[in-house]
């Protein structure tokens, strides 16, 4: 898979009290959707409309569908727990070619423009970002969402000098089934890169909300961080036995850097109550 870069601007780093510096220079390679971005309003917005398209081409004032419509709660939770999309069709009531019909509107649909603003910042993230920024951290952007999308989002919530590069993926479709090969190609040369342009990535990270990130760091010898707030419940990130489990990247940002500032302390499995 090809991957775009973009490097941004910096600026003085702002101070934030209380917090204890990282080595300078140290990199965090994060993820975007769900670390940064919440996005389950928008896969739940696709999901609705998905099944809307879906009863309009296939149901008549002579035959209804049995629809169920699942709550957002309700959609979300089989997300995070790995339900695959054919099953929720099928917990929706549809059948046969519908759930095919289904499906390909959801993939049409999942990362159409007029669906994106539906994307927000995480709760904590700004906090996060600017605390790896007052201290010196390096935080390196490798995702499957495109390069410029994540960009714009940046800027619009006013946090894009807080991000040192960004490897997205060039393909609009990239991001929505998530494929592990892609996250570790990305991943590799992210690493590479930082490396020739002199940096070292000894006490690197990898941050993500998924068992494609948590194997690309494991892949890459990295140290791992699963967070809960994404699209992995706890126990979906656990299976794959990342090094810190969070709740969120405002969590992870102070277990991080409290973990640089006495490497002897060992940071051993946290829980995602541990809050």
């Known amino acids: 898979m090809q991957h775009a870069y973009a490097e941004l601007a910096s600026r003085t780093p702002m101070v934030s009290a209380n917090v204890t510096p990282m080595p300078p220079g140290s990199i965090v390679f994060c993820d975007f959707d769900g670390p940064i971005a919440d996005v389950s309003e928008r896969y739940y917005s696709t ?11 296939y149901q ?12 957002k709660a309700q959609f979300w939770h089989m997300k995070q727990t790995r339900v695959p999309d054919p099953v929720i069709a099928d917990w929706s009531g549809l059948e046969g070619a519908q759930v095919v019909y289904f499906l390909d509107q959801v993939a049409q649909l999942v990362n159409q423009t007029h669906l994106l603003h539906q994307d927000c910042l995480q709760p904590g993230a700004r906090e996060a970002l600017l605390w790896f920024q007052a201290q010196g951290v390096r935080l390196v952007i490798v995702t499957l969402r495109h ?3 994540v960009l714009q989002f940046l800027h619009d919530h006013d946090v894009a000098t807080t991000v040192s590069q960004i490897y997205g993926a060039t393909d609009l479709t990239t991001a929505y089934p998530n494929r ?26 990898m941050i993500g909300d998924t068992e494609a990130d948590i194997q690309a760091g494991q892949t890459a010898g990295l140290p791992t961080l699963g967070l809960t707030c994404g699209i992995r419940s706890q126990s979906c ?6 090094t810190i489990i969070a709740g969120n990247l405002h969590r992870a940002a102070e277990l991080l850097l409290a973990r640089s500032a006495n490497p002897s302390t060992e940071v051993s499995q946290v829980s995602a109550l541990d809050l």
């Open 180 to 205: 592990i090969e892609h996250k570790i190609v990305s991943l590799k040369a992210a690493i590479s890169d930082q490396r020739r342009l002199g940096f070292s990535t000894h006490a690197a990270w």
């Open 237 to 242: 990130l656990a299976a794959h036995e990342p």
């Open 60 to 71: 008549s004032p002579e035959r209804r569908l049995p629809i169920r419509w699942l709550t």
């Open 47 to 57: 999901y609705r409309q998905a099944l809307t398209a879906t009863c309009n081409a």
């Open 147 to 149: 390069t410029a999308q």
